[in-house]
């Protein structure tokens, strides 16, 4: 299970019963959530994701609209009595605006808040199943998108093939990891002959809030799911630039020229209440391109 | 028209959809907001209250589930082009806080905040048309509560008896003002002859968060609709006391010393999911109750 969940998909402020932007990323039994819009934990609620199952909080940038209910949520976290660390990753200044709202509430959270900041493109989470990389956006203020990876896949046991070699069952864990076997007589059971190859190990990359920047397609480059903003429609490119947002075309020329295999349109603008035209704009040039709409979980494939 | 609009009755953390607190008061053309949730600009959308007619924030004290709104609502009155000055009552901490966020996201605001601190009892606002005064509540941090009142209206005209006793235009204006009128031949003709009692001015008392404390009572006297919280049912009353809450009893004890119109409840604890025992509760001691439910409208009468 390798899945993205749109909980807020407006920019600037809610408007329409649209919310700020968050994400959740779902990773078999990892729960992660990009950026923190004002009512992301009744969306949370909503949707039915549990928040004691989230440990890792990435916030894109300190614009209102990403981080503003990160504050409510890791107070009422507390009030559940939360006793697992929160790892926080989010640009230079949140820790400090979040010790002055739990200082003039006399608030100690019962569990530990762990900053880490966001200072360059680097890997800030590696485990064996999975990764997460930062990278920098152009916008008027620092701004990161993020790349979860899933690990590579440990290759299946061909268990017919196993038996007929007489591999012990102890060695199978190595022939997972792509180990050959050696028989007591010294022959070579290549690994290949006793395993099959999993799927491929699948990508999500958030985009963040970004004037159009080519660069971000090498960045991004084979990415299965791209989530890029798209606040205005093609028409409004001048003011997309001037205020380092993007259009759908140019969303759309990002994910086809990163080869992206899917597209995810996000970030709209208070000026469109219907968003139907920014998918006819977007499939023109990227035709696997989808709406981020509330609510609606998209698979990363 | 003297109203009190629930855009949120929940305490602590928003539940079953159930928001964090936020009162709109609608006096005349006046819209007072009251304390100001996570949320509270999306709830103000939903119920069509109009924020650019919001010129006065009340914030009673600095627990999140009073305040973490405010920020979003601000930055949003921002984006929207509000040029208007915005009056916010708040404890001391608050301008530091709503600084520290504009400074992270280089933001400045398009209008001008005026911050006035709560620090002692005392007369807010006074106009012709309406005052708010506050008061000091018992709570684990510094909290406030705010009476607004309405100034008592002019007596009306009686149109009939002015041309029976031939009082000339130019007097009506002292009329209403309850003078009597000396005609040429030196008579008096006294007030209540020729004109009508208006209705009485109204109030509403806003008692924010609070242990049980006999002294509201006194404070809030003869109050026409008075909101006091009741975190907890009256089970719940040791509980209410070690946290500076109170319970649906001590509530309606509040409203029956005194001598209140009307008594709304709210504030409620996500112990509940039913909030039909708050009432069952506090009508037994105080008949004249109701659940401040959200997107309820309760006439100040």
Chains 1, 2 share one sequence.
Request: aromatic share 10%; hydrophobic share 40%; charged share 25%.
């Amino acid at each position: 299970m390798f899945a993205v969940t749109i909980l807020g998909n407006n920019s600037a402020l809610p408007a329409y019963d649209r919310h700020p932007t968050a994400q959740v990323v779902t990773l078999n039994d990892q729960i992660l959530l990009i950026d923190c819009g004002e009512g992301t934990q009744m969306q949370l609620s909503r949707y039915k994701v549990k928040r004691g199952r989230l440990n890792h909080i990435f916030i894109s940038h300190l614009h209102g609209d990403h981080y503003f209910g990160l504050i409510g949520l890791i107070t009422s976290m507390g009030l559940l009595g939360r006793e697992i660390p929160l790892h926080l990753y989010a640009p230079a200044g949140l820790d400090e605006i979040i010790a002055l709202q739990l200082k003039v509430a006399s608030t100690s959270l019962p569990f530990e808040l762990i900053y880490h900041t966001l200072e360059k493109a680097e890997l800030l989470i590696d485990t064996s199943k999975f990764s997460v990389e930062c990278f920098n956006t152009k916008h008027r203020i620092p701004c990161w998108g993020f790349i979860v990876r899933e690990k590579r896949h440990p290759r299946k046991i061909d268990k017919e093939k196993v038996l007929e070699y007489e591999i012990p069952s102890s060695f199978y864990n190595a022939l997972k990891n792509g180990n050959d076997y050696s028989t007591k007589d010294g022959d070579i059971i290549r690994n290949e002959q006793v395993t099959i190859a999993n799927t491929p190990a699948r990508s999500y990359a958030f985009c963040a809030d970004t004037v159009y920047d080519e660069s971000i397609a090498d960045i991004t480059k084979d990415v299965c799911l791209l989530y890029h903003e798209a606040t205005y429609l093609k028409d409004f490119a001048d003011r997309a630039a001037e205020r380092f947002h993007s259009t759908t075309v140019q969303a759309a020329m990002i994910a086809k020229k990163a080869n992206a295999r899917q597209l995810l349109l996000g970030h709209f603008s208070s000026k469109y209440e219907q968003l139907d035209d920014y998918l006819k704009e977007a499939v023109e040039i990227f035709p696997n391109t989808h709406l981020a709409i509330e609510g609606v979980s998209f698979l990363v494939k």
